[in-house]
């Protein structure tokens, strides 16, 4: 029943024209009821349909499968404190009253997203752009705001206190550990064939630029203009961060992820003490805007999950054990409409008892 009505969701996207293509796995109390692929891979330049084994560009789905992990393992070990303000380990950065509790559960006051890719092209002039020239937008603590900027913060506290490069860092203490070996970035040892496409250029990004920059400034930019597939779809993280960051950039296939929410579902499993699991699916903005936990959002019906701008979500329901892996192209060739009621109708269809 449920890998019926599942089907029939992802079929009725597909014929609505919200995505090309899907892989979804959908996995209860640690049995595989669905695991297929749906359509296209890609439509142009080249046609290729869909497989469960492809990789796709995760986009914010790294914010919770790469940097939140590496926070959380910084915290266990003692490396950091939750509560400290960021300046403790980031002395660049001006604004003492933010603390990395703050960034985690994006009430930092930082801005949602700032195109600093125009003029700051790597990884330290990135940093030095937040640390140095981006102001409070309101009190930390006070309102969400989902912020980009601030997981990227969140990176450059990992290099500082791991003093290492944040792919180090993240090999170390995510990857490895968890046995993530269809998870990494800047996948160029990928054949084309293996990859699933997203935007046809970053047309998208280029027009929420006109509201920051003079027309003329964004003209002269190299945006690029052809099919993207095995490039990461986000601005900071290819023109910025060269593939590699804390907000975007991460690139894997749907039973990778799934056997990352598997951790989340064994309650930490001996990776992580069941302390910070807990608290990372704890409401931490109650009155003050959308339900975070750390890193993740938390939904109603007492889920908790993350999206990825490209068209990607995972999310994990604790009351029926289910997990859902729903991975989509739904910015190729051009970004699609918003996919919250069709998510919407998955997870109901995924969630019944």
């Known amino acids: ?50 497989r469960t084994d492809m990789w796709f560009d995760l986009a914010s789905l790294t914010k919770v499968m790469a ?6 393992r910084t915290l266990q070990a003692g490396q950091i404190d939750l509560h400290a303000p960021v300046q403790r380990y980031v002395p660049l950065f001006t604004q003492p009253d933010v603390t990395v509790f703050h960034l985690l559960t994006h009430t930092s006051g930082l801005l949602a997203w700032l195109p ?14 937040i640390c140095e020239r981006v102001r409070l937008e309101a009190t930390p603590g006070t309102r969400v705001v989902y912020s980009d900027l601030g997981f990227i913060l969140l990176g450059c506290l990992l290099e500082a206190v791991w003093n290492k490069p944040l792919l180090e860092v993240f090999n170390e203490q995510v990857f490895e550990p968890l046995g993530l070996d269809q998870t990494f970035f800047t996948p160029t040892h990928l054949k084309r064939t293996e990859l699933v496409a ?10 929420m630029c006109a509201d920051y920059a003079p027309a003329a400034e964004i003209d002269a930019f190299p945006w690029r203009t052809e099919t993207l597939v095995g490039e990461v779809h986000d601005g900071h993280a290819w023109y ?3 593939g590699v960051s804390s907000h975007a950039g991460l690139f894997s296939t749907a039973r990778d992820v799934s056997r990352y929410v598997e951790m989340w579902a064994a309650k ?86």
């Open 1 to 50: 029943m449920i890998a019926r009505n599942v089907r029939a969701v992802v079929e009725q996207g597909l014929a609505d024209g919200l995505f090309p293509g899907a892989v979804v796995r959908v996995v209860r109390a640690g049995e595989e009821i669905l695991f297929d692929a749906w359509g296209m891979a890609e439509i142009t330049p080249e046609q290729r349909p869909m």
């Open 240 to 242: 910025g961060m060269g």
């Open 67 to 72: 940097t939140l992990p590496a926070v959380l």
């Open 268 to 353: 930490g499993g001996g990776y992580l003490e069941e302390h910070w699991v807990r608290l990372a699916t704890t409401l931490h903005t109650v009155g003050i805007g959308d339900a975070r936990g750390l890193g993740f959002q938390l939904y109603e019906d007492g889920a908790f999950g993350h999206l990825g701008f490209t068209g990607t979500s995972l999310r994990l329901h604790p009351a029926t054990e289910t997990q859902v892996i729903a991975l989509t192209n739904r910015v190729h060739p051009h970004v699609q409409t918003d996919l919250a009621a069709w998510r919407r109708a998955l997870h109901a269809a995924a969630f019944q008892l």
């Open 116 to 129: 600093m890719y125009l003029r700051a092209q790597t990884p330290e002039a990135i940093y030095r752009h």
């Open 198 to 207: 997203t935007e046809v250029g970053n047309a998208h990004e280029r027009k």
